[in-house]
């Protein structure tokens, strides 16, 4: 892969303070060191879940960059988020996906849980000794929220889980998980039947089936959660009793989707760089590749929609870390980040001709992982119905302006070096 460049580009230089681009040239710098050598193991490898870049990333904070400083956390807010997910996902999405699959239930303890309850858990993973998953989609009801079926039934003082989850990310990394559960009979507003719980990975009746690796993303592990009769303590409920649903869509959009708008921008970065330098670098007639119109063509269809794809997914956060309200937008960051990203790489695949399709040349992981970002945090059907929600006005909840208030404390000083 084209080596990689530690200056940000300058249409970013409105969302970005002097602390951002110090994280930024620290996140190439690590990326280069600790994760290129290990990406083509990763890869070879897809059966085996990488632990070690989670040891080297949680040793430097990263897993708290939004946490505050009174818990141990970086303090850094959103835009620091992407970036670090975006520059890791440049060099390895996988590496990336444990980064960010960690960082969403943290957003969930971040709005809902109470002081103390940051203070059991937040400090842990700010240190580096506690990874998180965050664990809502189900065996049949997917990513539908309404139609989950794992049940928690209350037991004098402790509150007893049975069902399983499935499409967990950081599964076999993962510590404590935060469990979305049925509380309420069949017949209750969705609204009002869910909640969430801090669910440790020790307890007795959790089990975690075998990793199974997935079409791309090789070294991240995406697996089921089973919870068989799990006993959690009543101080383990995040939030109020029945307030499951906000958790997860709060954590989905402030949280899961500009994530993964980061993790698409980093794939579409490496496609692009990856096809010019072959291109350039691919003698044809008394030239290159790179000199015929016709393939120069692609490749400014190419560039037009990273360019784009990295103004949505930067602005997005930005507006973001400064509580305004931005629920369309990280959700169209989100979409058409992995839409573009996902062009792209077609494109290249196609340019590349027969040589895309060697088993160990890089762009056929990047082509492999884009795929991974498409159905979390709802697929483009569901992005596209909250799009038309918002066009309608009829986006009814606004979880970035609902919850920037309560957040204000945490956010990000703007003019920290």
Request: aromatic share 6%; with cysteine; charged share 20%.
């Amino acid at each position: 892969m084209p080596a990689i460049p530690t200056t940000p580009p300058p249409a970013l230089r409105p969302y970005l303070t002097a602390r951002h681009e110090l994280l930024w040239a620290e996140a190439d710098a690590f990326a280069e060191e600790h994760i290129a050598p290990r990406a083509a193991r990763m890869e070879a490898a897809p059966g085996r879940v990488e632990r070690k870049v989670a040891d080297l990333m949680a040793a430097r904070g990263w897993f708290a960059v939004t946490v505050p400083a009174a818990f141990g956390g970086l303090g850094a807010g959103h835009v620091a988020k992407t970036v670090l997910v975006h520059r890791i996902a440049r060099v390895s999405a996988a590496a990336a996906a444990i980064l960010q699959a960690t960082l969403i239930p943290v957003g969930g303890l971040l709005h809902f849980a109470t002081y103390e309850q940051k203070g059991r858990w937040l400090p842990r993973v700010a240190d580096g000794s506690l990874l998180l998953s965050i664990a809502v989609t189900e065996p049949r009801a997917g990513g539908h929220i309404g139609g989950i079926e794992t049940t928690a039934e209350r037991a004098a003082n402790q509150w007893v889980i049975t069902g399983s989850k499935v499409h967990i990310g950081n599964s076999h990394l993962a510590g404590t998980h935060l469990v979305v559960a049925r509380t309420a009979e069949a017949g209750v507003s969705t609204s009002q039947a869910l909640t969430a719980f801090m669910v440790e990975s020790d307890q007795p009746g959790v089990s975690i089936s075998d990793h199974r690796p997935g079409l791309g993303l090789h070294g991240f592990s995406a697996g089921r959660l089973n919870l068989d009769h799990v006993r959690v303590p009543q101080d383990n409920v995040v939030g109020e009793i029945g307030q499951g649903l906000s958790v997860a869509q709060s954590s989905s959009i402030l949280y899961g989707r500009p994530n993964l708008a980061a993790v698409s921008l980093g794939i579409h970065e490496a496609v692009v760089a990856t096809t010019t330098a072959r291109l350039k670098a691919r003698a044809r007639y008394r030239g290159a590749l790179s000199d015929l119109p016709v393939l120069r063509d692609r490749i400014g269809d190419m560039e037009a929609r990273l360019r784009a794809a990295r103004i949505l997914a930067y602005q997005s956060v930005h507006l973001l870390d400064q509580g305004l309200p931005c629920d369309a937008d990280l959700i169209n960051a989100k979409y058409l980040g992995h839409q573009w990203a996902m062009k792209s790489a077609q494109d290249a695949m196609e340019l590349h001709g027969a040589h895309a399709l060697d088993r160990d040349y890089v762009l056929q992981r990047l082509w492999r992982d884009i795929q991974h970002t498409y159905p979390p945090a709802g697929t483009g059907e569901v992005q596209r119905i909250r799009l038309a929600d918002a066009a309608f006005d009829e986006d009814h909840i606004q979880w970035s302006e609902r919850l920037a208030a309560e957040a204000a404390w945490a956010r990000p000083d703007p003019t920290a070096a």
